[in-house]
């Protein structure tokens, strides 16, 4: 078990640009979530895969924002037309079918759009 | 919709202190209730949970009682120690209405002092 991990663990961008952040999640874990957390604030969710499907998206993720799990393993995040407001520490998790409120975080990807 | 409200932070203590931290929750349904726990350069974990009313989750000596009543769910420790310094969220799941995804608080963190 290697944990949850994630690349880049930090992004520095200007305006405008497009970033695309991965997850690798545990490799027997079935459920994906992507969260969005600022400082000082606590995390909010943004999307959740069941295996390649995604199967809730937050009203936080607009259309500048895409996910995908395509083969049910690891999952990207891409933000087009980045804006300021982007910037925020981007978690990842994934948990087992059965176990679902126990979550597994990797340690982020910190975004900063300049 | 549903939310949590966390005490604010931070919170320093002496070792061997007893800790409080302050949680309530607000929830359409019958919400199950968490506390998780981010040490300092790691990702978010599970710390404990209460399904339902007065159970109390306890683990690591952290202890906390699902409260119905006053929609609370406060963690208590009766001594800590340095290496308990780390921000605490308190979450809550909400399977009733469907969604898979975790409301989190906004963090308290706690300094422990030698």
């Known amino acids: 078990d290697t944990g949850v991990s994630q690349d880049p663990r930090h992004k520095i961008t200007k305006r405008g640009q497009n970033v695309t952040f991965r997850c690798d999640p545990i490799?027997?874990?079935?459920?994906l979530y992507w969260y969005r957390q600022t400082l000082g604030q606590g995390p909010e969710f943004l999307t959740y895969?069941?295996?390649?499907?995604?199967?809730?998206k937050s009203r936080l993720l607009s259309d500048r924002f895409s996910a995908e799990r395509p083969k049910g393993s690891f999952s990207t995040l891409e933000i087009q037309r980045t804006e300021q407001g982007d910037s925020a520490m981007y978690l990842c998790?994934?948990?087992?079918?059965?176990?679902?409120?126990?979550?597994?975080f990797g340690s982020g990807t910190q975004l900063s759009v300049l | 919709g549903n939310s949590v409200t966390q005490m604010e932070g931070p919170v320093t203590l002496s070792e061997e202190a007893f800790l409080t931290i302050n949680c309530t929750y607000t929830?359409?349904?019958?919400?199950?209730l968490f506390w998780y726990v981010q040490y300092p350069g790691e990702g978010l974990q599970l710390l404990l949970k209460?399904?339902?009313?007065?159970d109390k989750g306890s683990n690591k000596g952290f202890e906390a009682t699902y409260r119905k009543e006053t929609t609370s769910f406060h963690l208590e420790k009766g001594s800590v120690q340095v290496s308990d310094s780390a921000v605490y969220f308190c979450?809550?799941?909400?399977?009733?209405?469907?969604?898979?995804?975790?409301?989190f608080g906004s963090g308290t963190r706690l300094q422990v002092q030698p």
């Open positions: 490799s027997e874990h079935n459920r």
């Open positions: 929830a359409t349904g019958y919400p199950s």
């Open positions: 979450a809550l799941s909400d399977l009733d209405t469907g969604r898979r995804a975790l409301t």
């Open positions: 895969f069941q295996n390649e499907a995604q199967l809730e």
């Open positions: 209460a399904t339902k009313a007065d």
């Open positions: 998790a994934s948990s087992l079918q059965g176990a679902e409120e126990k979550l597994f």
